[in-house]
């Protein structure tokens, strides 16, 4: 594995654990504040509302860190880089919902780590004349 492979492998594994860890985390904030909301349980877990929204902020940044890093390698579906980016605007509209998005990105990215393991043969673009 080249540097640089190992640099891409520790960023996605980075994404994938923020995207689990992170997205289950907000999802159980994202709960606790529609409970609070509705009068189900104390108006003071209202507050986390903060946690979860720097939560969707990482995930946005590090969703264009990863579409600009594994940009040209076939390392990482690009679905991925695209779930962590549609958390943040999709999160004001259905929070719980939106953070489901993360958690489906970072299994992808957790799973794709063993693709930094195989020997990876350059990608040629489609060369169909006529």
């Known amino acids: ?3 640089n492979n190992a640099g ?9 654990l923020l995207g689990v860890i992170g997205g289950v985390i907000s999802f159980i904030c994202a ?12 108006s003071a877990f209202m507050f986390l509302s903060l946690p979860a929204l720097a939560f969707r ?19 990482v579906p690009m679905v991925a880089h695209i779930f962590f980016i549609i ?3 999709i999160g004001p509209l259905t929070a719980m919902i ?3 998005f993360p958690i ?8 794709s780590l063993k693709k930094f393991d195989q020997p990876q ?7 169909n004349f006529q």
């Open 1 to 3: 594995m080249t540097n």
């Open 8 to 16: 891409l492998k520790k960023l996605a594994q980075a994404n994938g």
């Open 31 to 42: 709960t606790l504040m529609v409970l609070a909301a509705r009068g189900v349980i104390s």
């Open 57 to 75: 902020i990482a995930t946005l940044i590090m969703g264009i860190i990863g579409i600009v890093k594994f940009k040209g390698t076939n390392f």
């Open 87 to 89: 958390a943040l605007p």
């Open 98 to 100: 939106a953070d489901i």
């Open 104 to 111: 489906i990105a970072g299994i992808i990215y957790l799973t």
């Open 121 to 127: 043969t350059p990608q040629m673009p489609n060369q």
